[in-house]
Nanobody
């Protein structure tokens, strides 16, 4: 059973940066399409970014140019580099995995079967 553990969240001021990590255990990350999602209090979960098995990335319009998804296959880890953070980026961030190939234009809305517990990001103005 694959397990996902997020880390790297914290509190920063607007304009600051954070790098989130998602460590995958129980299987190799190269078998999965991966994604980052977030949920703010009182709001629905929002897809943020995704990466296919062959490395094609996609982003929500609200984060394009500021957030970058990547993965290190040797470390079995997914990353989300977050720059130029805004107060509206405040949320619990989750990584997720799906063990079938999904085309990049469908991935952010796909049914991800595996989820981490989340890491909190708080951006103050």
């Amino acid at each position: 059973q694959v397990q996902l553990v997020e880390s790297g969240g914290g509190s920063v001021q607007a304009g600051g940066s954070l790098r989130l990590s998602c460590t995958v255990s129980g299987d190799t990350i190269t078998r999965y399409c991966m994604g980052w999602f977030r949920q703010a209090p009182g709001k629905e979960r929002e897809d943020v970014s995704s990466i296919t098995i062959d490395g094609i990335t996609d982003y929500a319009d609200s984060v394009k140019g500021r957030l970058t998804i990547s993965q290190d296959n040797a470390k079995n880890t997914l990353y989300l580099q977050m720059n130029s953070l805004k107060p509206e980026d405040t949320a619990m961030y989750y990584c997720a995995a799906v063990d079938v190939y999904v085309e990049w234009w469908l991935l952010r809305s796909a049914d991800f079967g595996y989820w981490g517990q989340g890491t909190q990001v708080t951006v103050s103005s």
